[in-house]
């Protein structure tokens, strides 16, 4: 039974928009050897991971998702994906659900759809990829092809038009095949600061379902520009580069943690970092990329238990600056 403690988080976090997803058995943290310092063991993950709601449906996405880029782009080598095995079955057994690719991320969509369907995995996750670097209805639409035989599905969760690549004509074509079935969800992506005034220019001109854009402690733009245009225009929105593509997560890998961090359950500086990004309510789920188990173990922790509130926030800002 939950203690009071945890009882009066969960309904706060109920209170204030953050559902929690159906608890899933995930024990693969390894025990803390009776000798280790109690301070040094790993805490194991407690489920359920919070969700929260994609304003367009009211459908609940687990706080933590995937990325791919890097990680799963490996190939065929059998060795090279047995970890990508573990890393993918880590994320399904704790109740993630959404994985982001896209098919210019070299070999990741043929690793991951070939590792999803080992799994028998399709049914319990939500996939979103990519119209990338293609122009015209013709090209998109042969790519979104190659992208369904490439994931073995015949239908994917969101479509994305990648870095605002001929915007116009790719988000056309993807609300076409939003009204076949083909996609639940349409959206745009940009990665980095300065492209966030085009990226909120082409969100009221297109008012897609979702948006991806880059945020982080030290990279806090998306505060400004794009989180209060979703909550205007109802948009849904993912978060990419959380740890700066590992760079923040190396830069603090020697201090030591705030002594508040036990506080909010969290016991890395990558977890600490997420809940971070999670924090503002506008934002729906962030998608860290890893090619390690125990770094997605690690950061499923951060979709569990109480997020930063405010002083929290401005003491990781200055930590990382
Ligand atoms: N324009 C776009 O649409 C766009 C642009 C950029 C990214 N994205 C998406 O966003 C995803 C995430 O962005 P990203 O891959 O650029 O970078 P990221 O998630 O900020 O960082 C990934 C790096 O962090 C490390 N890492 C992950 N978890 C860790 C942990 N718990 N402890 C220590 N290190 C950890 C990983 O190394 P290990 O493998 O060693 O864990 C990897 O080197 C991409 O994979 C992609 O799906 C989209």
């Known amino acids: 039974m939950a203690n009071r403690r945890e009882f009066i988080s969960t309904a706060t976090l109920t209170a204030a928009g953050i559902a929690l997803a159906p608890l899933a058995a995930c024990s693969q943290e390894p025990a803390a050897s009776a000798a280790a310092p109690a301070a040094a063991a790993p805490k194991p993950f407690k489920g359920p991971l919070l969700t929260r709601a994609v304003p367009s449906t009211g459908e609940k996405i687990p706080v933590i998702g995937m990325g791919t880029s890097g990680s799963f782009e490996v190939g065929t080598d059998a060795a090279s994906r047995a970890p990508l095995r573990e890393v ?3 994320f399904v057994n704790a109740g993630g659900s959404l994985i982001d690719t896209a098919p210019t991320y070299s070999t ?4 991951l759809g070939d590792l999803i369907a080992d799994a028998k995995a399709r049914q319990k996750l939500f996939i979103a990829t990519k119209l990338s670097r293609v122009s015209g209805r013709e090209e998109g639409l042969a790519q979104f092809n190659d992208s369904l035989r490439r994931l073995k599905t015949d239908k994917v969760e969101l479509l994305q038009v990648h870095n ?3 915007t116009a004509a790719q988000i056309a074509l993807a609300r076409e095949l939003k009204q076949q079935g083909k996609t639940r969800y349409v959206g745009l992506t940009h990665y980095r600061e300065d ?3 085009q ?3 082409e969100m009221r001109q297109h008012k897609p379902d979702w948006v991806q854009i880059n945020y982080s402690p030290v990279s806090r733009g998306a505060e400004k520009t794009i989180f209060p245009l979703a909550r205007e225009l109802g948009i849904a929105v993912m978060i990419n580069r959380a740890f700066e593509d590992g760079r923040l997560i190396s830069q603090m890998r ?3 943690l705030p002594p508040w961090a036990a506080e909010v359950g969290a016991d890395s500086w990558a977890q600490l970092i997420l809940k971070y990004v999670l924090s503002p309510p506008e934002v729906t789920v962030v998608i860290p990329a890893t090619s390690k188990s125990r770094h997605q173990l690690d950061n499923l922790k951060a979709g569990t238990g109480q ?3 405010a002083k ?3 003491a990781l800002v200055a930590a990382m600056a």
């Open 195 to 197: 492209g966030q005034a």
């Open 199 to 201: 990226l909120a220019a």
């Open 312 to 314: 929290q926030r401005d």
């Open 307 to 309: 997020l930063l509130d």
């Open 88 to 90: 993918l079955d880590t």
């Open 164 to 166: 605002l690549g001929d």
């Open 108 to 111: 990741a969509e043929d690793v």
């Open 254 to 256: 020697d201090k030591p």
